[in-house]
């Protein structure tokens, strides 16, 4: 199943683990307003600290800078660093300074201008001494961040106030968070429940604790450290119609279900994952992960009645109202509609409408059950970040949930880098559009012109363009953090000081891939950041769909009654295509197929972990 990338291929982050998140509104007066102008701002710092040895750690953290006034062209947060702590990296999304703990960042060209409710995400690493505490106080432009917004009434005058003349500004960056809108909450549009009813909640991660599953739980700690990982929330993968019943030897979805019930303690809610993944022609770009139904064999029909109705059946069991069902709807379907229609099983999912429907059938389905909560594969950045790739990618996610019975709000919100490895933040290439020595970084080989270098930035200019497109304001984003860590000692710790454009490029960058199109147990990936909701504005959670340690697909032909094939993308000695910008795949020998526990993976991953176990 997995995914690829590469402008025209398939395949599928950012910046936080759990950690102190501090709002603080403002009252800001920026100079170069008139006195009369409304101003007001707010910020919210939310960090993720670890603990390297007793009284010392690192931190990642991220600013959400909201203006409530009036048009910022320009802007800069200051704040002071409890002591003991220190600014690290040079971030991302702003010019960060220090001078000891106090911290000032600047705006990029890209991000200067905060249109009225709009917003920009900034954010750097840093070290603690002693113990973890984040700040309290900001400052906008030179003024204290309080709450609110201010502003004088303007003198009597026959010149129309400045208001009446829109001020210059540049397009906002798809990064731009726009206002919130009066959007009703997807609470209203869920279905009515006459008995033993749950609450649909705005984030079902928020106040949660996650499913811990029990067979993957065994597995990890039949090696060694193991056991440092296994009681994080990893995802179930319902990929063929035998998994939702179970068998002798594996879990159903009913017996998940019930375990998650004993985990239940103490009135805290248990949100569990789903994978929903078997549709038609399944994959349709890829051999790896292909599965047991074809269109041309009534497989929509099949998908329908024996797989997405028997889900329903079961999730829609009174006895599981109390926990959170988070599923995961269709990874890789509707973005390979977008690039891979040369492949003969995507153009005919395309012509046939087969993936269109099938996902518009399991979302009417699924959305129907109160305490059930559906999220949408949107693949990755090193496949939809281009905007060829981007805009129609939106538009056929809109006509899709616009096709279903609750409309948009059948879509309780989208998740990216499902099952891939693409870096949530690249803390050492923070600006796409920085240029050396003349040349675009984002036109290196790596990138190849695409402007989305990490999952993070990705992630919140598709918050942006859904909205924009008519998806409620409240719709939350995931990101599959399982693999996307790159620790290790082949992480950089600095950025490049060369003035070659590829150079500069392949020593900044955290991800080790020869090519974003490599998507099969790459060789290097490790664990990234644990299980965390709310990790930043409009993202729900960081996620482990992907449970680490099991395979994308097999490194030889192994025969199999899955309908999975070989796929030389998983082939260790096969040295590329032009998905992949012919490159070696670099992917690890000796694996099972797609699904299957690959313990040398797994010691890989732990090893290679961000933050370190």
């Not at 990982?229 to 993968?237: F, L, Q």
């Not at 179970?246 to 789903?274: C, K, N, Y």
């Not at 890829?286 to 059946?313: F, M, P, V």
């Not at 454009?501 to 080790?512: A, G, P």
Request: charged fraction near 10%.
């Amino acid at each position: 199943m997995r995914l690829d990338l590469s402008r025209f291929s398939r395949r599928r982050l950012a910046i936080l683990s759990a950690g102190a998140v501090v709002a603080a509104g403002a009252a800001v007066a920026i100079p170069v307003l008139p006195a009369f102008a409304a101003t007001g701002c707010s910020v919210t710092y939310a960090a993720g600290p670890w603990t390297e040895s007793p009284g010392v750690g690192g931190f990642t953290t991220n600013l959400t800078i909201t203006n409530l006034g009036d048009p910022l062209t320009s802007w800069v947060v200051s704040f002071t660093l409890p002591s003991g702590q220190s600014l690290t990296a040079p971030g991302w999304s702003a010019t960060w300074a220090a001078s000891g703990t106090a911290i000032t960042g600047t705006n990029l060209s890209y991000n200067a201008n905060i249109a009225t409710g709009g917003n920009v995400t900034a954010g750097f690493n840093g070290r603690w001494t002693g113990s973890y505490s984040s700040p309290t106080t900001f400052k906008l432009n030179g003024v204290t961040c309080t709450g609110g917004t201010t502003g004088t009434t303007p003198p009597a005058t026959t010149t129309p106030p400045r208001t009446t003349t829109p001020p210059v500004t540049t397009t906002p960056p798809r990064t731009t968070t726009p206002p919130v809108t009066t959007t009703p909450p997807r609470t209203t549009t869920t279905p009515p429940c006459t008995t033993n009813c749950p609450v649909h909640v705005d984030n079902p991660y928020a106040g949660a604790k996650g499913y811990v599953n029990p067979e993957w739980k065994a597995e990890v700690e039949t090696l060694s450290g193991g056991n440092r990982i296994s009681s994080n929330s990893t995802a179930v993968w319902l990929d063929r119609i035998a998994a939702i019943a179970g068998s002798s030897t594996s879990m159903g979805l009913r017996a998940h279900l019930d375990a998650a019930l004993t985990q239940a303690t103490g009135g805290t809610p248990v949100v569990i994952e789903f994978v929903i993944y078997d549709l038609p022609n399944r994959d349709c770009s890829a051999l790896a992960s292909n599965g047991e139904l074809l269109i041309a064999n009534n497989g929509l029909a099949t998908y329908k009645t024996s797989y997405i109705d028997a889900i329903a059946s079961i999730m829609a069991d009174p006895k599981y109202a109390s926990l959170r069902i988070s599923t995961v709807i269709e990874p890789d379907s509707l973005p390979n509609l977008v690039t891979n229609l040369s492949f003969a099983k995507c153009s005919e999912a395309n012509s046939t409408g087969a993936y269109i429907q099938g996902v518009q059938y399991a979302l009417n389905k699924l959305h129907a059950i109160q305490n059930v909560y559906t999220y949408i594969d949107a693949a990755h950045s090193g496949w939809l970040g281009w905007d060829s790739n981007f805009t129609p990618a939106v538009n056929i996610w809109a006509s899709m949930a616009q096709g279903t019975t609750a409309g948009f709000s059948s879509v309780d919100g989208f998740i990216t880098d499902t099952a891939n490895t693409t870096s949530l933040i690249e803390p050492f290439l923070p600006d796409s559009t920085l240029t050396i020595a003349g040349g675009q970084i984002r036109g290196s080989n790596f990138f190849q012109f695409n402007p989305f270098f990490d999952e993070s930035h990705f992630a919140l200019a598709l918050y942006n363009a859904l909205v924009a497109k008519g998806f409620p304001a409240n719709i939350g984003m995931l990101v599959d953090t399982s693999r996307n860590g790159w620790g290790g000692p082949n992480r950089p710790t600095a950025v490049s000081t060369s003035t070659d454009v590829n150079t500069y490029v392949d020593q900044s960058r955290i991800d080790k891939r020869p090519s974003r199109g490599n998507w099969c147990n790459p060789s290097g990936a490790g664990l990234g950041i644990r299980p965390v909701a709310s990790p930043q504005a409009h993202f729900d959670a960081y996620v482990w769909i992907k449970p680490p340690g099991e395979s994308d697909g097999s490194s030889s032909l192994i025969p199999n009654d899955q309908g999975k094939g070989f796929d030389r993308m998983c082939d260790p000695t096969y040295g590329g295509n032009s998905l992949n910008n012919n490159q070696p795949t670099n992917a690890l020998p000796n694996a099972p197929i797609s699904g299957a526990f690959f313990p040398a993976q797994l010691t890989q991953l732990m090893a290679n972990a961000f933050p370190a176990l």
